[in-house]
């Protein structure tokens, strides 16, 4: 994954709670075998309410999705991460997150940002009344600001989660940081062993 140190960019509001995995992306979708195409599938079947947020012209290109909370509920499908990247977001702001989604986010990329429920309902708020609202999110200083709105505050991220970001590790970029150890494992590997 590539390094995320600062997120700005315009949001979509997504005034919504409980938002599950299955809306996110629905099952139709789960038998693609590539992780790409899935931004099509984001909230496909809401996506066919001509009236819905997505559909709404002001809020193409935007980069972040503010959402209300208990976000990602439902099944573990990383599917539901993979669609939002997909699509073209690089952080997620709720209240809440359903644990296995926000623990999917930070190995995929994709910045979950939970803030405080007030500051929460201001964003989304804020973003409704003004769809270009920028907003910027730092990811050494767990920090959310949104000037023009007048909307500042801080988010947990924990100092492993945060080195992730920072740094791009994805699990197998976590690995690779000791492939000197493992590069010397294996030359003094049993040959008898199998070998890739």
Known sequence: MK???????????????DVDTDQIIPSDWLKRVERTGFGAGLFSEWRDDR??????????GATVLVAGP????????????????????EA???????????????KQGLLPVQVEPEFGRALLDAVVAQPDLEITIDVARSTI???????????PLDEF?????????????L???????????????A??????
């Open 51 to 60: 009236d819905f947020v997505f559909n709404q012209p002001q809020y193409t």
């Open 161 to 173: 989660t945060r080195e992730r970001f920072l740094n791009g590790w994805d699990d197998i970029g």
């Open 145 to 155: 600001e949104a000037p023009a709105a007048g909307l500042a505050g801080t988010f």
């Open 92 to 106: 997620v702001i709720s209240p809440r997150f359903a644990d296995i989604f926000r623990n999917n986010c930070t």
């Open 3 to 17: 390094p995320v140190q600062v997120v700005t960019g315009r949001a979509v509001p997504l005034d919504r709670s």
């Open 70 to 89: 208990n976000f990602g509920t439902g099944s573990s499908r990383e599917h539901a991460v993979w669609a939002l990247t997909d699509y073209g977001f």
């Open 191 to 196: 040959s008898w062993l199998p070998s890739s």
């Open 175 to 189: 690995t690779l940081r000791h492939q000197d150890a493992i590069d010397e494992y294996e030359t003094h590997r």
